[in-house]
């Protein structure tokens, strides 16, 4: 026989031994896709979501279980093939999983936890079932949906900047005290227009009349055009031309705007 249609037999049947390796074998099962919506699930999920294989310790069972992100009973959806049933009976009653103090219990329709594992995970976990057996659950070298890693001081300080400010009423300046003429600032201690808040009324429902104190050099604040103020539970209101709003709180003295994001608004009332 002819050398050459040997060596070529032997490359194909090594291929075919390799791919089917391949699928077999846990590093095929990497390949598996996340359930739908694993990313955009809850955090506390998030290291949960996807397969794993269930053992029950000491008796060689095991089945594959996927942890997935709809609602299902009293958790979220799980998974697993009809087979397990007879495998793992335990699984007879399992309709769902959620996750409690760190861990992943399965549930029962009712919502009571038939396994639940421990918070310890080495690389696998370790949980108890109703049954009172041991079981396992591993990891297996599933994919997992990506946790959102912790958030940096910045953005910390930015999220904390972007919530409005808690104001006291009772310890806010009087109403009566709010009209007359301010100075417009972008930084402190420097001035780019004059503001006044009269006691007019204006075209605004329960709002005052309010105009620049001559020219203003500020393109954002001429583009604004302020037209009337509104003083409430502690907060002060610019009302644009168009409509559209800015809020201010008193500190130190001043009025800032408040959420503190975008360019700085200070006002400071003239004697």
């Known amino acids: ?3 050459s249609l040997i060596t070529t037999g032997l490359r194909r049947g090594a291929a075919a031994a390799a791919l089917a390796l391949l699928i077999c074998s846990p590093a095929g099962a990497q390949t598996a896709p996340l359930p739908r919506g694993a990313e955009k699930a809850p955090e506390t999920l ?3 979501i996807g397969s794993w294989d269930l053992e029950k310790l000491g008796a060689s069972r095991e089945c594959t ?4 992100t709809e609602a299902a009973g009293q958790g979220r959806q799980v998974r697993f093939p009809a087979t397990c049933r007879r495998a793992l009976p335990i699984l007879t009653g399992v309709v769902a ?3 409690a103090d760190g861990a992943p219990r399965l549930l029962d329709g009712h919502g009571k936890p038939v396994i639940v594992f421990s918070g310890k995970a080495d690389p696998g976990r370790r949980g108890k079932g109703s049954d009172g057996a041991d079981y396992g659950l591993d990891p297996a070298g599933y994919v997992r949906a990506q946790q959102r890693p912790a958030p940096s001081q910045a953005e910390l300080a930015a999220t904390a900047a972007a919530r409005p400010t808690v104001v006291d009423p009772a310890s806010a300046p009087a109403a009566t005290t709010v ?3 301010y100075t417009v600032m972008r930084q402190v201690g420097r001035d780019v227009c004059k503001l006044v808040l009269s006691t007019s009324p204006s075209a605004n429902a329960g709002a005052f009349a309010t105009s620049f104190d001559g020219l203003c050099p ?3 604040l001429t583009i604004f055009s302020p037209v009337a103020w509104r003083y409430e539970a502690g907060r002060l209101e610019l009302i644009a031309r168009k409509g559209h709003k800015i809020e201010l709180v008193f500190e130190g003295g001043q ?3 408040d959420p503190a994001v975008g360019a700085p608004l200070m006002l400071k009332k003239l004697p």
Do not use: A, E, S
């Open 1 to 3: 026989m002819d050398k």
């Open 46 to 48: 998030k290291p949960f």
């Open 65 to 68: 279980v996927t942890f997935g």
């Open 97 to 99: 999983w959620d996750v």
């Open 179 to 181: 009209p007359g003429r």
């Open 218 to 220: 500020d393109t954002g």
């Open 255 to 257: 009025w800032r705007k």
